[in-house]
C-alpha cells in the first residue's frame, strides 16, 4: 500500500537544492529565498530614494538660507551719524520665517529702515518677504516719507484673494534736528530708551500691508537726544515663551534696560535665548542710536489721516484726547479737517508737541494718497458703477457730517 504524499513534498521532488532536506520544504524554503530577495531589493531601492530625499531637502535649505540671507542682508555699524545694530534668530525648527529687515542711505544726511514680518513660514513667506521689503525700499528711495510709502505699498502689494500679509515698520532718520519719523502697519511699536517721551500710541493704528484695507494712515516724529535708543523689533520676540508665559512688551523692556546701554541686537537675542524656554516665531531687531552730541530742541509729532466718517467717530477723538489736545482745539481740527475730506477724500490731522505747547492742525494728504475718485479722469467717472458717490455727493455728506460735529463739542 503506498503512503500518501503532500503537494508540497511532490512539487519538492522537482526542485533542486544543494544540500539535503526533506522534498516538502523544499518550496518554503524557496519561497523564503524570493521573499528575502523582493524585500532585499525594496529596501534598497526606499534606502535610494531616502537619499534623493535627502539630497533634496538639503539643497532646499542651502537655497532657503541663500534667499533668507538675502532679506536680513549684513548692515554698516554706522551710517553717518547714526550707529545701526541688527540681528536676526530663526525660529526652532528647519522652517524659514519671513522676518526681514533693511537699513540704507538715502543721501542728505537722512537714512531709512524698514522691518518686517510676512505671516507664515517656508518659501512662500520668503517670496512675499523680499517682494514687501523692495516695494518700500523703492518708495523710500524716491524720496517719499514713511506713512506715505506704507501706503502706497499697501496699494501695491493688496491681493484681496490671498490671505498672506506682511505687519512693517518703516523710520527714516534725519540728522538735521536729529529727528527719527517712523510709521506702522499692524507692527509692534518700537521702545525707546533715555528719550524722555511719552509711550507710542496705539490708537488708531493701521492694518498691516497686503490685506484689502488703506494702510499708513499714522506717523509719528520723535527728536533723539544725544544718548538715546531706539529698538525695533517683529513681534516674535514678545511671544518668546518665558516661565510659562509670554514675554511681552514689558518684558522685553525690562530685558533692554538689564542689558544696559549701547547693547548690540545680538546681544539682545542672546539674553532672550538664555531667558526664554522656546522661541517659536523668527525674531528679527533693529537698534538705532544718533552719534551726535549737540544739543536738540526736543519735538514730538502725531500724524493721523481719516476720512469724513472716521473724523466724526470716537477713535479720532479718542486720539486726540490721548495726544493731549483740549476739547476746544479737537472741534475746530476735526471741523477744518471735515472740510479738507470734502475735497481731498481724506485729511491729516498733525498733532505738534513742542516748546509752545500743543498745536493741532489739519492738512490735505500728499496727491499720491488722495481717493481715486478724486484723480480718476471724467471718462472714468462716467462709467462709474451705480451706488458709488461722485466727489460732489461724497462732500455735500462730509457737510452733513460736520454738522454732526457741534453736540461732540
Known sequence: MHRHRSPLEAIGRDIPLPIPVPDWSKPVIAALVLLTAALAMRSR??????HRLGRQRNELLRDTRVMQGALVPEVPASIGTLAVSVAYRPADGPAAGGDFYDVFELGAGRVAMILGDVSGHGQEALREAA?????????????????????????ALARPRVERFATVAVA?????????????AGHPPPIFRRVGAPEPLTICCSPPVGLSYPTGRRQSKIT???????????????EARAEGGLLGREGLSVLLDRTGPHASAREVLERIQEQTDATRDDMAVCILAPTTTEAVQLVHTE???????????????????????DKAQS????????DIAGASGT?????????DGIIANAVAPPPSQMTRSDQEPDEERAVRPAGRPDAPQRRAADVRSRDALAPAG
Do not use: K
Open 347 to 355: 485729511a491729516v490731522i498733525r498733532v505738534e508737541a513742542g516748546p
Open 224 to 238: 533723539l537726544p544725544p544718548g538715546s535708543e531706539v529698538c525695533f523689533f517683529t513681534d516674535g520676540l514678545e
Open 172 to 184: 527714516v532718520y534725519d540728522r538735521r534736528g536729529s529727528e527719527l519719523t517712523y510709521a506702522l
Open 331 to 338: 472741534l475746530r481740527v476735526r471741523r477744518l479737517a471735515l
Open 131 to 155: 517682494l514687501t521689503r523692495y516695494t518700500i525700499r523703492a518708495y523710500l528711495l524716491a524720496g517719499l516719507g514713511p506713512r506715505t510709502a506704507l501706503a502706497l505699498g499697501g496699494r
Open 45 to 50: 531601492l526606499v534606502a535610494r530614494r531616502a
Open 303 to 325: 500724524e493721523l489721516e481719516a476720512e469724513a466718517r472716521e473724523l466724526c467717530g470716537e477713535s479720532v477723538q479718542r486720539f486726540l484726547q490721548e495726544c493731549d489736545v
